[in-house]
């Protein structure tokens, strides 16, 4: 990017934030050359509720200043441990796996759990971590906290065993209500044709540049989010918002607003 006192090599960040209300989910792309804690207390204002991310201690400052809970994503632990079973021998010694694959075993059972609550109601979910998640996650820390020290320190599997036991408060939070994730995988999915997206177009140019097409993934990840079709949405868009003169009708034409034909919709994720 080409940016006033920075070299277009440096590097710059596109924060994103899934949230919203039940049944209006919304994506915003915000673009921002700073990775500091001060971007996620402007883009969280004055947001109360909880906060899910990964480790990252630039979060701090905003759930401090908004008195947020915050709580864990298994997927980023789970990552370092992929990371970490890859680089290291299939076996161990005398044919043993890797302490990489049984923190994986750990993992996989409680994303089984959550597969398996899936369809359940809120109450009913709350009820099975309650009674099968921590049991499994308490487990699974005792392990950590017995092997952790056995490990090189540095190597891979040494970083992801730190990484969840330092994180344990928050990774344990998904348990304490029945509508929270086990992980962000909501803003990882969001995230993902961007990043895919740039390794083909490459460069924004500039700053004003990377804000326009900030706001275009918001709106297509948004239209995705409520089960429209980006492309039929940004056509509904663009062929009514001439004629939205009034707050009510702008509001009609938000993803969790707009009608569109049955053949435009998608399934939700996340």
Not at 24 to 30: A, E, G, I, Y
Request: with cysteine.
């Amino acid at each position: 990017l080409k940016e006033d006192g920075k070299k277009a090599q440096s590097d710059k960040w596109m924060w994103v934030t899934r949230g919203g209300p039940p049944g209006k989910p919304s994506v915003l792309f915000d673009y921002d050359p700073s990775r500091g804690g001060q971007v996620p207390v402007r883009l969280l204002d004055d947001f109360q509720g909880i906060l899910q991310a990964d480790g990252y201690s630039g979060y701090g400052q905003v759930c401090r200043e908004n008195g947020l809970t915050r709580i864990g994503c298994w997927d980023h632990a789970r990552r370092k441990f992929v990371e970490a079973s890859r680089a290291a021998p299939a076996k161990g010694k005398k044919g043993q796996p890797s302490k990489a694959d049984v923190a994986l075993s750990h993992i996989r059972k409680l994303y089984a759990l959550e597969k398996a609550a899936n369809e359940l109601s809120d109450a009913e979910r709350y009820r099975v971590r309650q009674e099968k998640s921590l049991p499994l996650l308490n487990t699974f820390k005792a392990w950590l906290e017995k092997n952790a020290s056995k490990v090189l320190k540095g190597s891979l599997t040494r970083k992801a065993m730190d990484y969840t036991l330092n994180q344990w408060d928050t990774l344990v939070g998904y348990c304490k209500r029945g509508d929270l994730k086990i992980s962000n995988a909501g803003a990882e999915n969001a995230i993902r044709p961007f990043a895919l997206g740039r390794k083909a177009w490459l460069f924004a140019d500039t700053s004003q540049g990377a804000k326009a097409s900030a706001t275009c993934y918001s709106l297509i990840e948004t239209a995705k989010a409520n089960g429209l079709e980006p492309s039929a949405y940004i056509h509904h868009v663009l062929t009514h918002i001439g004629d939205a003169v009034t707050l009510e009708q702008l509001e009609a034409l938000l993803p969790w607003n707009a009608e569109l034909p049955a053949s435009k919709k998608v399934a939700q994720y996340g």
